[in-house]
């Protein structure tokens, strides 16, 4: 049995470290190729845990954290996360961004994403301060030969879910991919609901 436990507050802080781990394992699967390091996800999730609203959501086996999946105002994130907002006209104020969701293979297939999605809209509604929830993914070439044979977009997933990819609206991020490549520039479309 997997509990989904949504975490505000001290619980929230203590999720951290167990969140670190499973982006760096998580996001060297394809298509982010990240390689993470401990250093580099303690300032990233510190900046994160210092947002009021912000929102952690884990999957617990056990005592064991084997998912987590993020939520915080948009404005708390970097300016260049916001600013296609504002070049399509919406308030970042009244964005509630969903970070990672990241969750061990083994665990995948159980509904745990859907949960992970319910208990972030839940959050963002109850608040009553954000019209859009928003998230970003990596955009990637269909025909990159890295591309592992079994992979599947979440597009279909993120459809079901009543996002839309938000046409114009992509981030810029730099990280370093798997084998040893420096940080290079990555773009992130944006996709979209309204709450």
Known sequence: MIDILPLTGKDRHNALPALARLRIDVFREWPYLYDGSLAYEEKYLAKFAAAGDALVVVARDGDKIVGASTASPLVGHADEFAQPFRD??????????????????EYRGQGI?????????????????????????????????????????????????????????VAHLEWSETGGKPDIPHDLQFWIKRL
């Open 113 to 169: 994403g859907n949960a992970f999605f319910d208990a972030r809209e839940a959050h963002a509604r109850e608040s009553g301060a954000f019209d859009v929830a928003a998230f970003c993914a990596v955009i990637r070439d269909d025909d990159d030969p890295r591309k592992p044979d079994h992979y599947r977009k979440l597009d279909p997933f993120w459809q079901k879910r009543g996002f839309e990819k938000a046409d114009g609206m």
């Open 88 to 105: 399509k006209g919406h308030d970042p104020a009244r964005v509630f961004y969903f970070g990672e969701s990241v969750l061990l293979p």
